[in-house]
């Protein structure tokens, strides 16, 4: 797989894309995207995936106005990426709603056309108004919502805070946090910047179905 892909370019307006942001956690990420950057790129192995089917252009038409070269690049690399729905939490515990309705593709990782150890970049995707549980885990955390306003909360239990699209959100080691997606579908920059072995937990919470049926 030779530099002539779309994978460094994209890379490189990330790049640009990150600097105007003074968040935690920031720096890292570019350190560790700059470290990796220029290391032998592969081919990954991906099938069709039906929820990047079905919302990454609409997502992609979300983003344009605001950040078109920004959306040209993620247009033009999306054929070189494969986007997997993760299966590693317990449904029951997760919730069926976002086990089948959301996928990423890590783009710098131990399984990604980029290879690093303990660290992973990529892209992640949820459908509209779908519910993340709160969960954890021990790898620190890069979000950068590219779409918006979508719902945070950093507590079981706590309010919502609704955060528009191009607005940081660093996560420290286990941290709980919570996304409830708006009315658009959530696509996201994502980063573990360490400890990328240890897996995610839930953290139970009281008002899941509530939030669940809530529309924003």
């Not at 290391?39 to 039906?50: K, R, S, Y």
């Not at 247009?75 to 729905?85: G, Q, S």
């Not at 993340?132 to 590219?146: G, I, M, S």
Request: net charge negative; aromatic share 12%; charged share 20%.
């Amino acid at each position: 797989m030779g530099r002539d892909t779309a994978i460094p370019a994209f890379l490189d307006e990330i790049d640009n894309y990150l600097a105007g942001f003074p968040e935690p956690g920031v720096a890292l990420v570019q350190a560790g995207i700059e470290k990796y950057l220029h290391g032998d790129l592969h081919a990954v192995a991906g099938e069709d995936n039906a929820v990047v089917s079905a919302w990454f252009q609409r997502a992609l038409d979300v983003i344009a106005p605001s950040a078109p070269l920004l959306a040209t690049s993620l247009a033009r690399v999306l054929p070189e990426l494969a986007w997997i729905t993760y299966d590693g939490y317990d449904e029951s515990e997760i919730g069926a709603d976002f086990a089948r309705n959301h996928a990423y593709a890590s783009i710098i990782g131990d399984t990604s056309p980029l290879y690093a150890q303990d660290f992973d970049f990529g892209l992640f995707l949820i459908a509209p108004q779908v519910l993340y549980r709160d969960h954890c885990h021990a790898a620190p955390e890069l979000y950068v919502p590219l779409t918006g306003p979508h719902g945070w909360r950093f507590e079981p239990n706590a309010p919502l805070s609704i955060k528009p699209a191009h607005e940081a959100i660093w996560n420290e080691p286990g941290q709980s946090h919570l996304t409830k997606v708006g009315p658009e579908p959530f696509l996201s920059l994502y980063c573990w910047t360490s400890d990328n072995d240890k897996p995610a937990a839930v953290v139970p919470a009281t008002d899941w179905d509530e939030l669940e049926t809530l529309r924003l």
